[in-house]
């Protein structure tokens, strides 16, 4: 039984255990508890419900949706939460992606959309989503977003608040679409362009400015989400994707690119996006989404079932490229344990990680941290109070006291289970 | 990207179209007038028009108050008025600490305000208004007429508070100093 044991502190085990036996691992780490009989349930003995033309996940598992920060659609922007912690994999079901509208949800008919690509180019060009259908596709996995996800880690005293709360405002998909380097080559790149502007079809009409160089190398107007047509929510009938790139300027509804020598210095570019420092300065223009990993099971609000087996699992990815480790600490990060990476592996997407744990009922802090393919590693709490500061007051779950927070993140379980944020 | 794939696609657009779908229609200048709408920080493609603080505080009483208060103090909507020293990371920004450029200010009202009607207001009330908004927190004179020459001198607190994370990212300046 010499590969049951743990490998960490507080009871992790070899991320390998389960690929050499897994029946003999769960002999090896759990007592059997006698079963009650079986007998048919009501459900095997007549026929079932309906087919519906379009599924929906069962009714059992209507704790499954997003959380919303104005569900009355109050003049400000809307906020929709993914439930990490009731899913696995990586791939973001589509009704539960998150979204941000600044003024709802775009309401486009596909006929009447027009994309405009034009400025610094040696052709303008207008496409509708039916010809950019008839293009080359691509599809590819990539993470979405928002600047300010994290947030409430900012925090000088840990808020009580689900990885959903805190972390949902992240999401991946499998996005299919036109590569924006084909499209401009049928325009011409002028040679003083260095900028594109992005903007919406939505009433705010949002603007950001992205460089010329991102646009080229892995930009892409997406047209489809999880093989779906992309959500209303994501944009429909086409959306601006940046690989790992802010989420803000992944512009939805997307209905025009400028090609300019100057960025617009828009609303979301220079006041919005910009996170303050401590010296008073603020960053503008951030655009990476760097490395970050947070566990989803357990975590607040999981019901932990007294001592024994359980699997550690969550979630890395980095704006930079793959992932290529992750380490898990079950003893706030005295001692790590390598955790297995689900493959494939995919740059710029998320990825899952998983590790087993024997829990011995006791006090525990699980901590996870990320390296990507250039060797970013994720933060420490420490490290990143140091360099972007904490904020001058407790917030409120859904404020943004600054933005682009990757450090990690401490769950702790008490003896009953119960598991609180803590910072570690 | 490589710069030399940047090269490429400049050589490849000089010659003539590439060798593409093609799918998609030429476009002119007067064919997108109404949807070009970007106004750069030089002040790039400001409109003709022009407005005073006077003019912008009837047009803010009737179409801005609502949201955003009396004389810009702020209700549902942010506070459009004041300078809070920023002192922490979580500070409240506003249009005179914290925003850099004039051309924002026109840029995003006439974009996305109002709230419930974006794209009403003429080019002119956008000017008022925006003429009002720096009058207001004392970045103009009362009688200060704002247009396409006069709003991108306007001097912005907060001009150079900002760096950006990763320079080698930033494509390097236009001849234009900003």
Redesign the interface.
């Known amino acids: 039984m010499e590969k049951f044991q743990p490998v960490a502190g507080n009871g992790l085990l070899d991320r390998r255990a389960f690929l050499r036996g897994g029946a003999a691992l769960a002999a090896a780490v759990t007592g059997y508890a006698r079963a009650e009989p079986l007998a048919e349930a009501p459900w095997s003995k007549e026929p079932g419900e309906l087919v519906p033309a379009y599924g929906t996940p069962s009714k059992f598992e209507k704790a499954a949706v997003r959380t919303l920060s104005n569900p009355k659609g109050?003049?400000?922007t809307s906020h929709a939460r993914t439930p990490h912690q009731l899913l696995q994999g990586t791939a973001t079901p589509n009704g539960l992606h998150f979204t941000i509208s600044?003024?709802g949800n775009a309401d486009i008919d596909p006929a009447q959309h027009r994309l405009?690509?034009?400025g610094l180019v040696?052709?303008?060009?207008?496409?509708t989503p039916e010809?950019?259908s008839?293009?080359?596709l691509v599809s590819r996995f990539a993470f979405v977003e928002c600047g300010g996800n994290s947030a409430p880690l900012?925090s000088p005293e840990p808020i009580q608040a689900t990885v959903q709360a805190i972390h949902g405002l992240a999401s991946c998909a499998e996005w299919t679409g036109v590569p924006l380097?084909?499209?401009?080559?049928?325009?011409?790149?002028d040679?003083?362009a260095?900028?594109v502007?992005a903007?919406g079809a939505d009433?705010?009409?949002?603007?950001r400015s992205v460089?010329?160089?991102?646009i080229?190398?892995?930009a892409m107007v997406a047209l489809y989400q999880n093989s779906e047509r992309v959500m209303p929510g994501q944009g429909y009938p086409m959306r601006l994707l940046l690989p790992g790139w802010e989420g803000n300027m992944n512009v939805k509804w997307l209905?025009?690119l400028?090609l300019?020598?100057?960025?617009?210095?828009?609303?979301y570019e220079?006041?919005?996006y910009?996170?303050?420092?401590?010296s008073?300065?603020?960053?503008?223009?951030?655009?990476?989404q760097e490395v970050k990993s947070f566990i989803t099971q357990p975590s607040v609000g999981f019901g932990m079932k007294g001592p024994g087996f359980y699997e550690i699992s969550g979630i890395a990815y980095s704006g930079n490229g793959r992932i290529t480790k992750v380490m898990v600490s079950a003893d706030a990060g005295k001692t790590w344990a390598e955790a297995a990476l689900q493959e494939p592996v995919m740059s710029k997407s998320f990825t899952r990680f998983r590790i087993p744990w024997q829990w011995n009922g006791g006090p525990a802090v699980l901590q996870s941290r990320a390296w990507d393919a250039l060797g970013n590693v994720q933060p420490t709490r420490a490290e990143i109070v140091a360099q972007?500061?904490?904020?001058?007051?407790v917030?409120p779950p859904t404020a943004f006291?600054?933005q682009?927070y990757n450090a990690i993140t401490s769950w702790a379980i008490d003896a009953n289970g119960s598991v609180r944020h803590v910072y570690a | 990207m490589s710069t030399p794939r940047l090269v490429a696609l400049l050589l490849a657009c000089g010659t003539a179209h590439a060798a593409g779908p093609n799918l998609g229609q030429p476009l002119t200048h007067a064919e997108l007038a109404a949807w070009n709408i970007h106004v750069l920080p030089d002040g790039t493609n400001l409109p003709k028009g022009t407005g005073t603080s006077a003019q912008g505080a009837s047009v803010y009483a009737q179409k801005c108050a609502h949201c955003h208060g009396e004389a810009g103090k702020g209700a549902v909507s942010a506070a459009l008025v004041g300078a809070p020293p920023i002192k922490s990371i979580d500070a409240t920004k506003t249009i005179a600490n914290f925003w850099p450029y004039p051309t924002t200010l026109f840029d995003f009202i006439r974009r996305s305000m109002p709230w419930q009607a974006p794209r009403s207001l003429s080019d002119d009330e956008v000017y008022a208004l925006t003429a009002y908004i720096l009058a207001q927190n004392k970045l103009i004179g009362e009688n200060d007429v704002m247009n396409a020459e006069t709003l991108p001198k306007v001097k912005m607190p907060n001009r150079d508070g900002f760096t950006p994370r990763f320079p080698n990212l930033m494509p390097p300046r236009s001849g234009r100093d900003l």
């Open positions: 109050e003049p400000r600044h003024a405009a690509i034009h040696k052709r303008a060009l207008v496409f010809t950019l008839r293009y080359p900012f380097a084909t499209l401009l080559e049928e325009t011409g790149v040679a003083k260095k900028w502007i903007e009433s705010p009409h949002l603007s460089p010329l160089e991102k080229l190398d892995d209905r025009r400028e300019t020598e100057q960025p617009a210095m828009s609303y220079s006041r919005t910009a996170p303050i420092l401590p008073g300065k603020a960053y503008q223009f951030y655009f990476i972007r500061g904490v904020a001058s007051r917030p006291p600054s682009h």
